[in-house]
């Protein structure tokens, strides 16, 4: 199982990025994604899950409404989509895989088997 999360940048407040999660080595349609945060000294956050069963989906209340996290299994890939940055948006963010995961409220990282390299999101005028 790999991931390999991109996308990251810089943008202005009020900006938008897309970051992709792309799978290999699984059949990333049967797995739910998790989309995790860690700004410099904070702990992991949770952003954004997406089942693979019946895609039901989480948001964190931080990014409720601004965030749509997406999946296109045949390109075995999940998408982020980030709209109305912040500058608290700023951070590394990583996405993570694991089979038989529910996404329909929080699930932690410890929940998540395999994850990717993070990518720099870095909202700053």
């Known amino acids: 199982v790999q991931l390999q999360a991109s996308g990251g940048g810089l943008v202005q407040p009020g900006g938008y990025l897309r970051l992709s999660c792309a799978g290999s080595?699984?059949?990333?349609?049967?797995?739910?994604i998790g989309w995790f945060r860690q700004a410099p000294g904070k702990e992991r956050e949770g952003v954004s899950c997406?089942?693979?069963?019946?895609?039901?989906?989480y948001y964190a209340d931080s990014v409720k409404g601004r965030f749509t996290i997406s999946r296109d299994n045949a390109k075995t890939t999940v998408y982020l989509q980030m709209n109305s940055l912040k500058p608290e948006d700023t951070a590394v963010y990583y996405c993570?895989?694991?089979?038989?995961?529910?996404?329909?409220?929080?699930?932690?990282?410890?929940?998540?088997?395999?994850w990717g390299q993070g990518t720099l999101v870095t909202v700053s005028s």
């Open positions: 993570a895989t694991d089979w038989g995961v529910l996404c329909g409220d929080y699930v932690p990282a410890s929940r998540f088997a395999s």
């Open positions: 080595g699984f059949a990333l349609a049967y797995y739910a």
């Open positions: 997406i089942s693979s069963s019946d895609g039901s989906t």
